[in-house]
């Protein structure tokens, strides 16, 4: 099991960037491809970014493909996630997760996760 505590979240005006890092403790960080996931009251939790356990591949939903950026360095066990060019519909709780099996799109293929970090964007 891994342990995932993020941080970063905050109040920011639209336009303005953000960086969230997600720490993780426990088993072996590098062994696993990780992902970052979002939700919006009254929404379901969807997929933002992911990235594969050597670094060399990253995943991004098309809404914010060109603004966001993940990245992890391994000798921290920490995973990032740039986020750049806000919009208020950015704004949700942010949760990093450990990817098990499974296309990286889906909550399912994950198996640990963070509490999550509040990002609000305003207009």
């Known amino acids: 099991q891994v342990r995932l505590v993020e941080s970063g979240g905050g109040l920011v005006q639209a336009g303005g960037p953000l960086r969230l890092s997600c720490a993780a403790s426990?088993?072996?960080?590098?062994?696993?491809?990780m992902g970052w996931f979002r939700q919006a009251p009254g929404k379901e939790r969807e997929f933002v970014a992911a990235?594969?356990?050597?670094?060399?591949?990253?995943y991004y939903a098309d809404s914010v493909k060109g603004r966001f950026t993940i990245s992890t360095d391994n000798a921290k066990n920490t995973v990032y996630l740039q986020m750049n060019s806000l919009k208020p519909e950015d704004t949700a709780v942010y949760h990093c997760?450990?990817?098990?099996?499974?296309?990286?799109?889906?909550?399912?293929?994950?198996?640990?996760w963070g509490q999550g970090t509040q990002v609000t964007v305003s207009s």
């Open positions: 990235i594969s356990w050597n670094g060399r591949t990253t």
């Open positions: 997760a450990a990817h098990y099996r499974g296309s990286y799109v889906y909550r399912s293929s994950y198996g640990d």
């Open positions: 426990g088993r072996a960080f590098n062994n696993y491809a």
